[in-house]
């Protein structure tokens, strides 16, 4: 069975920093590419940024890149997403997803999510 179990949200002020963590079991971890994506109340879920099985590639949203940043360690089945510099409008549930085919911003491409992590961000 796949389990994805996101970490590390919390409430932080304004130009703080956040880790959150995705730790996967149950699939062929370096296979997949895992993804963030985010959600606020009343809004899509939206994607916030990928990296491919082996690390060596990364992409990230226009609305975070600079400020976000992911990372993998195939050795821990876990993927980070460090934010720096955070702002009110980051303010969301942050999932983590697994997934291998498919446009990566296509929320169908991801067959497994974890649960979720709240992040709130207080001016």
């Known amino acids: 069975q796949v389990h994805l179990v996101e970490s590390g949200g919390g409430l932080v002020q304004t130009g703080g920093s956040l880790s959150l963590s995705c730790v996967v079991s149950?699939?062929?971890?370096?296979?997949?590419?895992i993804s963030w994506f985010r959600q606020a109340p009343g809004k899509e879920r939206e994607f916030v940024s990928l990296?491919?099985?082996?690390?060596?590639?990364?992409y990230t949203a226009d609305s975070v890149k600079g400020r976000f940043s992911i990372s993998r360690d195939n050795a821990k089945n876990t993927v980070y997403l460090q934010m720096n510099n955070v702002e009110p409008e980051d303010t969301a549930a942050y999932y983590c997803?697994?997934?291998?085919?498919?446009?990566?911003?296509?929320?169908?491409?991801?067959?497994?999510w974890g649960q979720g992590t709240q992040v709130t961000v207080s001016s």
């Open positions: 997803a697994a997934g291998n085919n498919g446009w990566y911003a296509w929320l169908r491409s991801y067959p497994y």
């Open positions: 149950g699939l062929p971890f370096s296979d997949y590419r």
């Open positions: 990296i491919s099985g082996n690390g060596s590639r990364q």
